[in-house]
């Protein structure tokens, strides 16, 4: 299931355990919550993460591997 509502499952600021399901073109990590894509740089598929959400999109996030 993808996420077709107005608003973000996520937000700015907020702390998400997420698995990094793919690679996008330009190399970050690919995670989704609740079907919403946050783009994570410096992952690898299958790397199981906690990640803080840095900007929101209409359709998209990108975010950084918390520590």
Not at 37 to 47: L, R, Y
Request: aromatic fraction near 10%.
């Amino acid at each position: 299931m993808y996420y077709r509502d107005e608003s973000a499952p996520v937000q700015s600021g907020e702390r998400y355990d997420v698995k990094i399901e793919d690679i996008a073109s330009k190399g970050d990590g690919i995670a989704r919550v609740s079907g919403f894509v946050i783009f994570v740089p410096e992952t690898s598929v299958g790397d199981e993460v906690t990640v803080e959400v840095t900007k929101v999109m209409d359709k998209f996030a990108f975010g950084e591997k918390s520590q």
